[in-house]
Every structure is written in structure tokens, then in C-alpha cells.
């Protein structure tokens, strides 16, 4: 239930750095493709438009029931997310290359980006229950490498290693904020480390040249590396002001791939220029600021996982998709957190931000002083 304490405790500020980060990526998304030399993609800002208003209802829904509950069910619904993702093996239709969407009729959903969401609260729930006071041992990774291990592995075979990445590097987040001891996490990073060897022996061919061509630009500039020269060159060409909105040249004269979902920022960069892009990032700062602020402020231990969880997943998203943009990493294929096009994605952002909503107005309810309650001293 809702009482006038938690009405009084709602995070406007976070709502409105929601609506105008949206905003923006609803204009930007209209520019990229209204108008363009590909007519099939003019309808594309209508519908998200229809993704964005179902994310507004996601995430009020979302807020309504107490992370608590929903934490309850975390192991539940990360069971499920595996399912669709098999689901997605089996039978996902084949898009761009990549087996990542499952069809309902005229709709498409990607099980990946739900799947993210559903980890954090399984990994919080985890590392709430089995706190221990004398601190954790190696042993106690072997179910969060269990949780992590199956969907990574069913994601990477998509193939999607960006979501894949993202969701390693949440978990590592969060393993390493639930407070297991430094030793280990560095044992842990040394092997990752030893193992990228064996790692290049899996990945496709296109794989490695993408990330030769990240070490190499000049490696495979018509081919692999034919998107990033053209993303710098669209950053690049919008100079301090930009080229004006619906004036980007590389976006309108189709040499920009992906404009609309990867490749979104080259595109509001070149038409808005470094002020505009500057603009977007410092949105994007301070909405992960509030989040870091959430994390901090929460009372139980729960609630502050929930939130780190939240907050990296942003993180990563945004810091990977503007470093893509601008040849700094590989393109992987990772969307822009309410800018790109895209109805799975803007659903999982929504999500994530009515959690901290829903963790930031029940503050006050699970803290010290209640009995029963967990008693959160940090990691």
C-alpha cells in the first residue's frame, strides 16, 4: 500500500531527468529516420513513443509494490528470464545475424534485457540472506557464478557479448560491494585475465576483427571498422553548435549504420554539437548520481544492492554505447538508455528506475530501528 509518506518521499527529480532524457532520445530517434532515404523507418519514432508511455506504466506498477516483495520472488523470475532465453535458442527468429528476440504476432521482445534486472534483484536477495559477520569465503561464489554462469553463457551464444559484458560486469559490481574480500576479487581477476586467450579461441571471426580494428582503426576502415570511422566523423562534424536539428548529413544520407538504436549519439552529436552532447552526458551524470545517492541513503542492506545494481547497469550501458560511438571500444551492439530505439530496452531502463523510485520512497520504512528488519552497516 501507498500512505502520504511515501507520496511525500517520491524522487522528482530522478522523474524529470527520466522525461527529459526521453524526450531527447524521442526527438533524436524522429530525426534519424523521419524524412531519411529509408522510408520503411519513418513510423519508428510513433512506436517508440508507444514503448516509452508503457514504460511510464511499467515503472508507477513497478513502484507500487515493495522491493521487498519482489525480492522475494527474485530466484523465480531469474528462473524464468533462463527459460526465454533457451526459448530464444530455440525458437528466436534470426535477425541482423543474431538469434536474440522472441515474436509474439506483430510484437518482438529481447529476454536479454529483462534477464539484467532479474539478476540484480537474484544477487541481491543472495547477498542479503547469506550475510556473514566473519566475512565470505571463496566457497560462497559458487551459486552467484552458478546464477551469473547460465544466463552469460546463453546470451554470448546469441550471439550478444555486449549484454553478455554487461552482465559480468554487474555482477562483478555487486560481488565486489556485498563485501567479499580483496584477495579473492583479484584472484578472481587474474583469472579472467589468463583466460582471454582461451577466450579468443570461441569468439566469431567478425568478433576478432572488431576488436582488432579498436587496437588498429585503419585495419578494416570499409569493412569492420566502416561504422566507428563514420560514427567519429558524424561526432566530429558537428563541431562546438552542431549542424541544426533534421541537418546531420551522415545520418540523412544513409552513412551512418544504426542511427537510430547503436549508433544514436553520433547522431544528436552531429546535429547538436559538442554543447548538445555535453548536455546529454551531464543528464545522464546526474542520473546516475541519484542513483548512487539511493544506494547510499538506503537503510537495509537490500535495498542498497538493488540500487548498485541499478546504477551499474546504467553505467556501463551509458560509458560502453558513447565509447563505441567514438572508436574507444568495440561495437558490440549495446543501446543508448532511453535514446536509442528500442522496446525491450526502454522497458528494462523504466524498470530499473521505478526500483530506485520504489527503494527511495520506502526509505524510512525498513531501518535499524524497526525490529525485524535488517540492520545494513555496509559491505
Avoid at 524522429?30 to 532515404?37: C, E, K, N, V, W
Avoid at 507500487?64 to 524464468?80: M, R, S
Avoid at 530464444?88 to 527468429?93: E, I, Q, S, T, W
Avoid at 540472506?129 to 546464477?147: A, H, K, N, Q, S
Amino acid at each position: 500500500m501507498i500512505d502520504r509518506r511515501m507520496l511525500l518521499n517520491i524522487d522528482w527529480m530522478l522523474v524529470l531527468l527520466i522525461f527529459m532524457i526521453g524526450a531527447s532520445g524521442l526527438t533524436t530517434v524522429y530525426s534519424a529516420t523521419h524524412g531519411r532515404l529509408e522510408t520503411h523507418l519513418d513510423d519508428l519514432y510513433i512506436k517508440q513513443i508507444y514503448w516509452f508511455s508503457a514504460g511510464i506504466v511499467l515503472m508507477i506498477l513497478v513502484t507500487l509494490v515493495d522491493y521487498q516483495v519482489l525480492a522475494k520472488g527474485a530466484y523465480i523470475f531469474l528462473v524464468l528470464g533462463i527459460l526465454l532465453l533457451l526459448g530464444v535458442l530455440g525458437f528466436g527468429r534470426v535477425s541482423s545475424g543474431a538469434r536474440r528476440w522472441i515474436f509474439l504476432g506483430p510484437l518482438s521482445f529481447q529476454p536479454s534485457e529483462g534477464v539484467k534486472i532479474f539478476l540484480i534483484l537474484a544477487f541481491a536477495r543472495y547477498f542479503t540472506d547469506t550475510r556473514r559477520e566473519g566475512g565470505y569465503r571463496f566457497r560462497d561464489l559458487l551459486i552467484p557464478v552458478v546464477m551469473l554462469g547460465i544466463p552469460f553463457i546463453l546470451i554470448a551464444k546469441q550471439p550478444d557479448l555486449g549484454t553478455a559484458l554487461v552482465l559480468f560486469l554487474i555482477a562483478y559490481t555487486l560481488v565486489f560491494i556485498s563485501g567479499f574480500p580483496l584477495k579473492i576479487l583479484l584472484s578472481l581477476t587474474g583469472v579472467g585475465l589468463a583466460a582471454m586467450p582461451v577466450a579468443w579461441r570461441f569468439l566469431k571471426d567478425y568478433q576478432k576483427v572488431r576488436l582488432i580494428t579498436l587496437l588498429n582503426p585503419d585495419f578494416d576502415p570499409l569493412g569492420a571498422g566502416y561504422h566507428s570511422w563514420q560514427s567519429k566523423i558524424a561526432i566530429g562534424s558537428g563541431g562546438f553548435w552542431g549542424k541544426g536539428l533534421f541537418a546531420g548529413t551522415q545520418s540523412g544520407l544513409n552513412f551512418l549504420p544504426e542511427k537510430h538504436t547503436d549508433f544514436i549519439f553520433a547522431v544528436l552529436a552531429e546535429e547538436w554539437g559538442f554543447l548538445g552532447a555535453a548536455g546529454l552526458i551531464v543528464l545522464y551524470m546526474a542520473l546516475i548520481l541519484r542513483g548512487v545517492s539511493i544506494a547510499y541513503t538506503s537503510k537495509d542492506r537490500m535495498a542498497s544492492l538493488i540500487a548498485t545494481g541499478v546504477v551499474s547497469m546504467l553505467s556501463f550501458y551509458v560509458l560502453l554505447n558513447i565509447a563505441m560511438t567514438m572508436g574507444l571500444a568495440p561495437v558490440v551492439g549495446l543501446p543508448l538508455p532511453l535514446l536509442s530505439y528500442g522496446g525491450s530496452s526502454t522497458l528494462a531502463t523504466m524498470l530499473a528506475v521505478g526500483l530506485l523510485l520504489n527503494i527511495r520512497m520506502r526509505r524510512f520504512l525498513y531501518n535499524p530501528g524497526n525490529e525485524g528488519r535488517v540492520n545494513y552497516q555496509g559491505p
